[in-house]
């Protein structure tokens, strides 16, 4: 079957504008997680989905990061008035059922640029 | 709250050495502990689960929770082994904490 995909590939926009990055899980996967993956660092947790409940979104860096989950499957995390620092890889995973033995599978990633 | 410590950013061997990628952890209840890789224009991706006990690409890694380890080694390094290693620490309430990653070039 398909594994994660997660649209776009890669995003260019200018400070202080809005972007949505979106991610399409493994059918069936109740867990989905965000990851942001700066140059030169490791991966920064963002926040976690148990179906479309989010029980942790203390890595959300600052309120102008927000993430949803509808239907138990598509999520979109959304950053408001992009700065230059946000300008990373996000990266998506979805695991069968969130507990702590799951194995994550991980999408390709959207590459954030912001100018 | 958890934490992964992986000391080494870089780690370069030759072909055919032994290589060992350490991993420290915190964390205050029992742990689920993984190994990710990342080869270059791949996803990240599974290596191993210290739950299963096994040995994937000749890699082994075990946890030793005296020291709070849990290293991945191989013996006899590979050049297709060259790569970007994560690992990561995973609680039951579902919070996943990941590493800074060691990128491991393994020379001919």
């Known amino acids: 079957g398909a594994g994660v995909s997660q649209s776009p590939s890669n995003k260019v926009t200018e400070k202080g504008k809005d972007v949505e990055l979106r991610c399409d899980p493994i059918?069936?996967?109740?867990?989905l997680y965000w990851y942001r993956q700066s140059l030169g660092q490791g991966l920064e947790f963002l926040i976690y989905?148990?179906?479309?409940?989010?029980?942790?979104k203390s890595g959300l860096p600052s309120d102008r990061f927000s993430a949803e989950r509808t239907g138990g499957s598509v999520s979109t995390l959304t950053i408001q008035r992009t700065q230059q620092e946000d300008s990373a890889v996000y990266l998506c995973?979805?695991?069968?059922?969130?507990?702590?033995?799951?194995?994550?599978?991980f999408g390709p990633g959207t590459r954030l640029t912001v100018l | 709250a958890q934490r992964v410590t992986q000391p080494e950013k870089l780690l370069s061997v030759f072909k055919g050495a032994p290589v060992e990628l350490k991993c420290n952890y915190s964390?205050?209840?029992?742990?689920?502990l993984f190994w990710y890789v990342q080869y270059s224009r791949q996803r990240l991706q599974l290596l191993l689960r210290?739950?299963s006990r096994e040995s994937i690409k000749g890699f082994t890694a075990d946890l030793n929770k005296g020291e709070t380890s849990f290293h991945l080694k191989k013996p006899f390094a590979q050049e297709e082994d060259s790569a970007m290693y994560y690992c990561?620490?995973?609680?039951?309430?579902?919070?996943?904490?990941f590493g800074d990653g060691t990128t491991l070039t393994v020379k001919p």
């Open positions: 995973a979805s695991s069968l059922s969130g507990g702590g033995f799951d194995e994550q599978f």
């Open positions: 059918s069936g996967h109740t867990a």
């Open positions: 210290h739950i």
């Open positions: 990561a620490l995973n609680t039951n309430a579902g919070k996943s904490t």
């Open positions: 989905f148990q179906g479309n409940s989010a029980p942790d």
């Open positions: 964390y205050s209840g029992s742990p689920e």
